[in-house]
């Protein structure tokens, strides 16, 4: 069993940074893939980012690239989402996601082993 917690999320003017951590608990982090999400009001939980559980591959949604970074520390069990030059369209609930098979790799919410409460990220304009 795995329990995931996200903080950082908060308010911040448009063009403003945040940075998102995410805690596990339980065995076998670096077993896991892990990814962020995203869901705005009204609209479908969306893919954000993903880092593989060697670390060395991370992948984004193309309305972030460039702007978010994500990274993981299996030392501490930990992963991590920086948000730069944040939009009023990033608005949302972000969630952590983490995963031993391939609903990361496939961008997908079916068959995800574990998500975290979420934490709201607020951009104004």
């Known amino acids: 069993q795995v329990q995931l917690v996200e903080s950082g999320g908060g308010l911040v003017q448009a063009g403003g940074s945040l940075r998102l951590s995410c805690a596990a608990s339980g065995r076998s982090f670096s077993n896991y893939d892990m990814g962020w999400f995203r869901q705005a009001p009204g609209k479908e939980r969306e893919f954000v980012a993903s880092?593989?559980?060697?670390?060395?591959?991370?992948y984004y949604a193309d309305s972030v690239k460039g702007r978010f970074t994500i990274s993981r520390d299996n030392a501490k069990n930990s992963a991590y989402l920086q948000m730069n030059s944040l939009q009023p369209e990033d608005t949302a609930v972000y969630y952590c996601a983490a995963d031993r098979g391939v609903a990361i790799r496939l961008r997908t919410r079916v068959g995800m082993d574990y998500w975290g409460k979420g934490t709201q990220v607020t951009v104004s304009s």
């Open positions: 880092v593989y559980r060697s670390g060395g591959d991370t």
